[in-house]
């Protein structure tokens, strides 16, 4: 996409990300890390993210759609420190991938901060109306919760902005529907192999709440 669709929608981004980062500063998430910082995933998704928020810059190619990574940031580092982490993302995606001011306060908009608040408001309703398994932290907050939030953060941003040359409204809600499935699907799978093998990396998950308990020997 070319960007907003009027000067309105670069005020109301930009007051969005002044909330949402005021919110998250306030929580002060960074008292919750260990002497030794954040996990090296965090750092790794969090060094990738740039390169998927200017892919279509960085390849030259208007019609190539982003991706966002901002649901598996928050399942790794939580709310808080997902929307901190996502500012320097945008900042350095602007630069790398040559875009304008407005554009990049858009992404920050709408692949970081719209679909990381869905994820968030998506995990409460598991917590609160879903069985508390492993399987379904998995699929509902990995899966099911991705493809979710990134589907109706893509297709919101698509009836704001001004759509690429050439492009038909519907193909590109298409389009946006099958990335957010294939960014689905590699939550999806890192979450299922970090709750088999490093739950510890998942700040939204805990044993105590999802793991049945042991039955009595």
């Known amino acids: 996409m070319s960007g907003p669709a009027g000067g309105g929608w670069v005020l109301l981004h930009a007051l969005a990300v002044v909330l949402a980062a005021g919110i998250a500063l306030w929580l002060r998430p960074w008292r919750l890390l260990g002497a030794g910082g954040p996990p090296w995933p965090w750092l790794a998704l969090w060094a990738a993210m740039p390169l998927l928020w200017g892919l279509d810059g960085l390849a030259k190619a208007p019609l190539l759609l982003p991706l966002s990574g901002s649901v598996l940031l928050v399942l790794l580092a939580g709310w808080p420190m997902a929307v901190l982490a996502m500012l320097p993302v ?29 994820a968030l408001g998506i ?4 917590r609160r109306w879903l069985p508390h ?21 893509g297709w919101a941003a698509m009836a ?8 038909a409204r519907g193909d590109m809600a298409l389009a946006l529907g099958l990335t957010a499935f294939a960014e689905a699907f590699i939550t ?3 979450t299922a192999v970090l709750v088999a093998f490093r739950p510890q990396w998942l700040w939204s998950y805990s044993d105590r709440l999802y793991l049945p308990a042991a039955a009595p020997g």
């Open 160 to 167: 704001v902005q001004v759509l690429p040359v050439g492009s």
């Open 90 to 118: 945008a900042v350095l995606a602007a630069w790398m991938g040559g875009l304008p001011p407005a554009e990049a306060l858009s992404r920050l908009a709408w692949l970081g901060l719209v679909p990381a608040t869905l």
């Open 188 to 190: 999806g799978a890192f």
């Open 133 to 153: 398994h492993l399987f379904v932290f998995i699929l509902a907050r990995g899966f099911f919760g991705t493809l979710l939030a990134c589907a109706l953060a």
């Open 123 to 126: 995990g409460a309703a598991v």
